[in-house]
Protein backbone atom coordinates (compact mmCIF):
# COMPACT_ATOMS: atom_id res chain seq x y z
CA UNK A 1 0.00 0.00 0.00
CA UNK A 2 1.35 3.28 -0.84
CA UNK A 3 1.35 6.11 1.86
CA UNK A 4 1.49 9.56 1.42
CA UNK A 5 5.33 9.18 2.90
CA UNK A 6 6.65 6.50 0.07
CA UNK A 7 4.40 8.39 -2.56
CA UNK A 8 6.57 11.49 -2.29
CA UNK A 9 9.88 9.61 -2.24
CA UNK A 10 12.70 9.84 -5.13
CA UNK A 11 13.42 6.36 -6.94
CA UNK A 12 16.71 5.50 -6.58
CA UNK A 13 18.68 8.15 -9.34
CA UNK A 14 15.49 10.29 -8.66
CA UNK A 15 17.19 13.11 -7.05
CA UNK A 16 19.85 13.03 -9.96
CA UNK A 17 17.03 13.48 -12.28
CA UNK A 18 15.58 16.36 -10.82
CA UNK A 19 19.29 18.35 -11.27
CA UNK A 20 19.71 17.02 -14.40
CA UNK A 21 16.03 18.88 -15.18
CA UNK A 22 17.00 21.58 -13.70
CA UNK A 23 20.28 22.31 -15.21
CA UNK A 24 18.37 21.04 -18.82
CA UNK A 25 15.82 24.00 -17.78
CA UNK A 26 18.32 26.56 -17.03
CA UNK A 27 21.04 25.41 -20.42
CA UNK A 28 17.22 25.92 -22.40
CA UNK A 29 16.74 29.32 -20.52
CA UNK A 30 20.04 30.81 -21.39
CA UNK A 31 19.40 29.21 -24.78
CA UNK A 32 16.23 31.26 -25.40
CA UNK A 33 17.50 34.51 -23.90
CA UNK A 34 20.60 33.79 -26.39
CA UNK A 35 17.93 33.35 -29.40
CA UNK A 36 16.20 36.79 -28.56
CA UNK A 37 19.22 38.52 -28.60
CA UNK A 38 20.14 37.44 -31.63
CA UNK A 39 16.71 38.25 -33.16
CA UNK A 40 16.70 41.20 -31.79
CA UNK A 41 20.15 42.19 -33.21
CA UNK A 42 18.73 41.01 -36.58
CA UNK A 43 15.49 42.89 -36.46
CA UNK A 44 17.96 46.03 -35.50
CA UNK A 45 20.49 45.39 -38.66
CA UNK A 46 16.97 44.62 -40.89
CA UNK A 47 15.48 47.54 -40.14
CA UNK A 48 18.70 49.90 -40.88
CA UNK A 49 18.91 48.22 -44.53
CA UNK A 50 15.51 48.82 -44.89
CA UNK A 51 16.13 52.76 -43.69
CA UNK A 52 19.16 53.01 -46.06
CA UNK A 53 17.11 51.47 -48.93
CA UNK A 54 14.00 53.94 -48.07
CA UNK A 55 16.44 57.66 -47.94
CA UNK A 56 19.01 56.19 -50.07
CA UNK A 57 17.55 53.90 -53.05
CA UNK A 58 13.65 54.68 -53.03
CA UNK A 59 14.24 58.22 -54.75
CA UNK A 60 16.47 56.87 -57.40
CA UNK A 61 14.13 54.31 -58.39
CA UNK A 62 10.89 56.90 -58.55
CA UNK A 63 13.13 59.11 -60.72
CA UNK A 64 13.90 56.12 -62.95
CA UNK A 65 10.49 55.14 -63.17
CA UNK A 66 9.58 58.40 -64.04
CA UNK A 67 12.41 58.38 -66.87
CA UNK A 68 10.82 54.85 -68.34
CA UNK A 69 6.87 55.72 -68.17
CA UNK A 70 7.82 59.00 -70.28
Same mark, same amino acid.
Given at each position: MTTCDTAVRLPPGGAQAVVTLSRLSAVLRTAAQAGLRAVRLGREQLEKVV $? $???? $?????????TVRIAR
Open positions: $E $EYCV $EFEPRVALA
